[in-house]
Antibody, heavy 122, light 110 residues
Framework: QVTLRESGPALVKPTQTLTLTCTFS??????????VSWIRQPPGKALEWLAR???????HHSASLKTRLTISKDTSKNQVVLILTNMDPVDTATYYC??????????????WGQGTMVTVSS | QSVLTQPPSASGTPGQRVTISCSGS????????VYWYRQLPGTAPKLLIY???RRPSGVPDRFSGSKSGTSASLAISGLRSEDEADYYC???????????FGGGTKLTVL
C-alpha cells in the first residue's frame, strides 16, 4: 500500500523559513519513473504546484517561487523535504505531497498525502 | 488568476450527465496531457483522469475526459449525490515549467 504523510510546523512567523517533510512508504524514490511533488492550497482557493523531485535527482520548481524553494530527498529514509524561505501570510495553506509515476500516469498525481495546514502569522 | 480556466460552479440532478470545461492555451492543454482531480470537502484531491481520457484503476466509467485544441472537458454520467465535490483540471505548462491547475469547479447535485 502506497502512503504519503506530511509533517511540519502548523504555525510560522512572517520572514521565517518553513521546512516540511513528506514521509512515504510502499514505493522507492530510486525506481525509474517515481517522483514526489509538493502542492499547496490556500483556504477556499485552488491548488498550486510548488516543486517536484524525480527518481534520478532531477528537480523542477514553480517559476514564480523558484528563488524561495528548495526540494531534496533522502532515499534511505523515504523522505522528501521542502524548504520555503521568507514566509508571508499569503503562504498560509494546506501543503500536500503527492506521488507521480511517469511511466504509468505521466504527470498525474496518483497518490496524495492527507495534507498539513500551515498558518503564517505573527 | 489560474492559468487554466474553469467555471466556478456546475450542477445537475441525480442520474443526469454533466460536463465541466477547462480552457487553456498552446503552452499547456494545446501541447500537453490534461488531468482531472476530484476533491471531497476536507480531503485531499484524487486522480480521476490522466493523459486526457484515461481512468486509473478503480475510477468508474461514469467519468470520462476529452480534449480538443486548447480546451478539455470532464463528463460525469449517472450523477450521484456523492459526486458533489470540487473538480480541478491540470496540465503541464511550459511557462510555469510545471503543472498548472484550474481554479476548480464546485459541483452541486440538486
Amino acid at each position: 500500500q502506497v502512503t504519503l504523510r506530511e509533517s511540519g510546523p502548523a504555525l510560522v512567523k512572517p520572514t521565517q523559513t518553513l521546512t516540511l517533510t513528506c514521509t512515504f512508504s510502499g514505493f522507492s524514490l530510486t525506481t525509474s519513473g517515481m517522483c514526489v511533488s509538493w502542492i499547496r492550497q490556500p483556504p477556499g482557493k485552488a491548488l498550486e504546484w510548488l516543486a517536484r523531485i524525480d527518481w534520478d535527482g532531477d528537480k523542477h520548481h514553480s517559476a514564480s517561487l523558484k528563488t524561495r524553494l528548495t526540494i531534496s530527498k533522502d532515499t534511505s529514509k523515504n523522505q522528501v523535504v521542502l524548504i520555503l524561505t521568507n514566509m508571508d501570510p499569503v503562504d498560509t495553506a494546506t501543503y500536500y505531497c503527492a506521488r507521480t509515476v511517469t511511466t504509468v500516469t505521466n504527470d498525474g498525481f496518483d497518490i496524495w498525502g492527507q495534507g498539513t495546514m500551515v498558518t503564517v502569522s505573527s | 488568476q489560474s492559468v487554466l480556466t474553469q467555471p466556478p460552479s456546475a450542477s445537475g440532478t441525480p442520474g443526469q450527465r454533466v460536463t465541466i470545461s477547462c480552457s487553456g492555451s498552446s503552452s499547456n492543454i494545446g501541447s500537453k496531457f490534461v488531468y482531472w482531480y476530484r476533491q471531497l470537502p476536507g480531503t485531499a484531491p484524487k486522480l480521476l483522469i490522466y493523459e486526457d481520457n484515461r481512468r486509473p484503476s478503480g475510477v468508474p466509467d461514469r467519468f470520462s475526459g476529452s480534449k480538443s485544441g486548447t480546451s478539455a472537458s470532464l463528463a460525469i454520467s449517472g450523477l450521484r449525490s456523492e459526486d458533489e465535490a470540487d473538480y480541478y483540471c491540470a496540465a503541464w505548462d511550459a511557462r510555469l515549467s510545471g503543472p498548472a491547475f484550474g481554479g476548480g469547479t464546485k459541483l452541486t447535485v440538486l
